[in-house]
């Protein structure tokens, strides 16, 4: 057996158990390699998880919060028991078993934000919505046998991450509730989307490693529809270490060159998706407040303008 834990990367631990699971599942092998051994994997998963259950349960709550290396200590605990979702037929119940982390709950629950607001209400069991949020309002999603297709039941359970971060105001560096943060594959196809708390916060679970495009923008429905210019940022590499943090310009203020062209930028990519003519009203009024700096920028706002307003 190769080393594990602080002998090893804790990638390499997860690649290496998602393998055996996979093997395990799917072949179910008789030999005496160990490495095959349903219970040899659930000794070495146990092997590498320092927390318990219960002290990750307790970093839950304001895990933001927490130094830097805590963090990253409780998404390795998060994705480090990936596999074991399909362990249960492979292993007889008994102590050790019991000591596994079956549900992942608790681990589950440091990595993934509460989506607190001050006022709520219930869509369905177990799910709290802000009042007055649009239609499309979810919390992140936390989830561990992926559905944008890089993990089937045929496959090893991929490693997930998130991305995550704040949206605030470029004049104050205030928090901005309810911007809708969308991530994009390279074909522009959406992997999810979520809506900030009311401390600007937001977090997307989505295959570490995947190259995504995040785009912050209002949503039509709601009051803050026209405050708000968009944002995007392309090619972004996906991680639990860095934040992805992003400063929106207020619609009617110019706070230089830059910021307009972001904000020209997030029109792009909203044509690119094909957003709905609610959108595309909102947008015809935002876009006319920009001032950019050259002719060539001036001739794609004025032909994105003649695009939403054909939208409408």
Same mark, same amino acid.
């Given at each position: 057996?190769?080393?594990?834990?602080?002998?090893?990367?804790?990638?390499?631990? &997860?690649?290496?158990?998602?393998? &055996?699971?996979?093997? /395990?599942?799917?072949?179910?092998?008789?030999?005496?390699?160990?490495?095959?051994?349903? #219970?040899?994997? =659930? =000794?070495?998963?146990?092997?590498?998880?320092?927390?318990?259950?219960?002290?990750? %349960?307790?970093?839950?709550?304001?895990?933001? #919060? @927490?130094?830097?290396? #805590?963090?990253? +200590?409780?998404?390795?605990?998060?994705?480090?028991?990936?596999?074991?979702?399909?362990?249960?037929?492979? *292993?007889?119940? $008994?102590?050790?078993?019991?000591?596994?982390? @079956?549900?992942? %709950?608790?681990?589950?629950?440091? @990595?993934?934000?509460?989506?607190?607001?001050?006022?709520?209400?219930? &869509?369905?069991?177990?799910?709290?919505?802000? /009042?007055? =949020?649009?239609?499309?309002? &979810?919390?992140?999603?936390?989830?561990?046998?992926?559905?944008?297709?890089?993990?089937?039941?045929?496959?090893? !359970?991929?490693? #997930? !991450?998130?991305?995550?971060?704040?949206?605030?105001?470029?004049?104050?560096?205030?928090?901005?509730?309810?911007?809708?943060?969308?991530?994009?594959?390279?074909?522009?196809?959406? /992997?999810?989307?979520?809506?900030?708390? +009311?401390?600007?916060?937001?977090?997307?679970? /989505?295959?570490?490693?995947? !190259?995504?495009?995040?785009?912050?923008?209002?949503?039509?429905?709601?009051?803050?529809?026209?405050?708000?210019?968009?944002?995007?940022?392309?090619?972004?590499?996906?991680?639990?270490?860095?934040?992805?943090?992003?400063?929106?310009?207020?619609? $009617?203020?110019? *706070? $230089?060159?830059?910021?307009?062209?972001? =904000?020209?930028?997030?029109?792009?990519? %909203?044509?690119?998706?094909?957003?709905?003519?609610?959108?595309?009203?909102?947008?015809?009024?935002? @876009?006319?407040?920009?001032?950019?700096?050259?002719?060539?920028?001036?001739?794609?706002?004025?032909?994105?303008?003649?695009? *939403?307003? +054909?939208?409408?």
């Amino acid at each position: 057996m190769r080393g594990l834990g602080a002998d090893g990367s804790a990638r390499e631990d &997860r690649q290496d158990f998602a393998l &055996r699971m996979w093997v /395990i599942d799917r072949f179910r092998p008789q030999d005496e390699n160990p490495r095959w051994s349903p #219970e040899a994997l =659930a =000794a070495d998963t146990l092997a590498v998880l320092t927390l318990s259950p219960s002290d990750a %349960a307790a970093r839950a709550h304001n895990w933001r #919060e @927490l130094p830097l290396a #805590e963090i990253r +200590e409780g998404r390795r605990h998060k994705n480090l028991p990936a596999h074991l979702e399909q362990f249960i037929g492979h *292993f007889d119940p $008994g102590p050790a078993r019991d000591r596994l982390p @079956l549900d992942r %709950a608790p681990h589950t629950a440091a @990595l993934t934000p509460s989506g607190r607001t001050s006022a709520h209400a219930t &869509r369905s069991a177990g799910e709290c919505v802000p /009042i007055g =949020a649009p239609s499309d309002w &979810r919390q992140p999603r936390s989830t561990h046998r992926l559905e944008s297709g890089v993990a089937s039941s045929s496959s090893p !359970t991929w490693e #997930e !991450t998130q991305v995550f971060g704040h949206v605030r105001a470029v004049p104050d560096s205030s928090p901005i509730f309810m911007i809708k943060v969308s991530v994009y594959r390279g074909d522009l196809t959406e /992997i999810d989307h979520v809506f900030t708390d +009311e401390e600007g916060r937001y977090s997307v679970a /989505i295959a570490a490693g995947e !190259t995504v495009t995040v785009r912050f923008d209002t949503h039509h429905s709601l009051t803050n529809a026209e405050d708000w210019q968009p944002s995007v940022v392309a090619n972004v590499v996906t991680s639990d270490e860095s934040p992805l943090d992003r400063s929106l310009l207020p619609a $009617g203020h110019d *706070f $230089g060159a830059a910021s307009n062209m972001d =904000a020209l930028n997030g029109y792009v990519i %909203a044509a690119a998706v094909g957003e709905t003519a609610e959108y595309a009203a909102t947008a015809v009024r935002r @876009l006319s407040m920009l001032k950019q700096p050259s002719l060539v920028l001036q001739a794609l706002q004025q032909r994105l303008l003649e695009h *939403f307003t +054909e939208t409408t």
